[in-house]
């Protein structure tokens, strides 16, 4: 069975700098989906960042990128120029390219921005 | 094009009482998921279901917990005679099969008395 495991329950950065989130997953297919949604104060899960296992180009979405190693099973979130909206719990997620498949989340890391 | 619709947003019951959780998927999405998140948790799959069937239940409780999907109307999660472990927030997922995200209703926060 797949799983997600996010080491970092908690992180802390400044606003304005960088930050990294790290992610490790665990798998026995060669295809399948890479997530990263943000859940802030409010509950709702927004959907940050994709990355389909085939492509060998990194996700950018603005100030969220990701670094994707496929055989190392990492898959980190890098936020730039953090901003206090960033401040949220972060979830990796994976999903199967089969697409009648759930889809299997981490434990999640709570984001502090520090004025 | 309105998002993913829960509710109640908040629902408080009696242990021994029944609560019904209503999601409204995105218009064209025939692929609902729930999820149950506790606190300072992940979100833990329950159950996938497109219209009028059962898809994946392999996460949810055999007893006390139904899903449902039907032709016309929303889907509902029931939890029968719930107790005080029951209290999470439930999240209903939607996605119309050809994307691989799914997106989400801002959850239902049941509480147990």
């Known amino acids: 069975a797949q799983t997600v495991t996010q080491s970092q329950p908690e992180m802390s950065v400044q606003e304005a700098e960088t930050v990294t989130l790290s992610c490790t997953y665990d798998?026995?297919?060669?295809?399948?989906?890479l997530f990263w949604y943000k859940q802030p104060p409010s509950r709702q899960m927004i959907l940050v960042i994709r990355?389909?296992?085939?492509?060998?180009q990194n996700a950018t979405e603005n100030r969220f990128s990701v670094n994707f190693q496929k055989a190392a099973k990492s898959f980190s979130l890098k936020i730039s120029d953090s901003q206090l909206g960033d401040a949220a719990m972060y979830f990796c997620?994976?999903?199967?390219?089969?697409?009648?498949?759930?889809?299997?989340f981490g434990k999640g890391t709570r984001l502090h921005i520090l004025p | 094009n309105a998002g993913v619709m829960q509710n109640p947003r908040h629902l408080v019951r009696r242990r021994g009482q029944e609560a019904r959780l209503r999601c409204s998927p995105m218009?064209?999405?025939?692929?609902v998921y729930w999820y149950r998140q506790l606190p300072e948790e992940g979100l833990k799959f329950m159950v996938y279901?497109?219209?009028?069937?059962?898809?994946?239940e392999s996460g949810m409780p055999k007893e006390r917990f139904s899903a449902e999907f039907p032709k016309e109307g929303p889907s509902i999660l029931r939890i029968q005679q719930v107790v005080r472990g029951d209290s999470a927030a439930y999240f209903c997922?939607?996605?119309?099969?050809?994307?691989?995200?799914?997106?989400f209703g801002q959850g239902t926060r049941l509480t147990v008395v």
């Open positions: 997922a939607s996605s119309p099969g050809q994307v691989a995200e799914a997106f």
């Open positions: 218009k064209g999405h025939s692929h």
């Open positions: 798998t026995s297919e060669s295809d399948y989906y």
């Open positions: 997620a994976y999903r199967s390219w089969n697409r009648d498949d759930k889809i299997i």
């Open positions: 279901l497109q219209k009028e069937n059962i898809i994946d």
């Open positions: 990355q389909e296992a085939y492509k060998q």
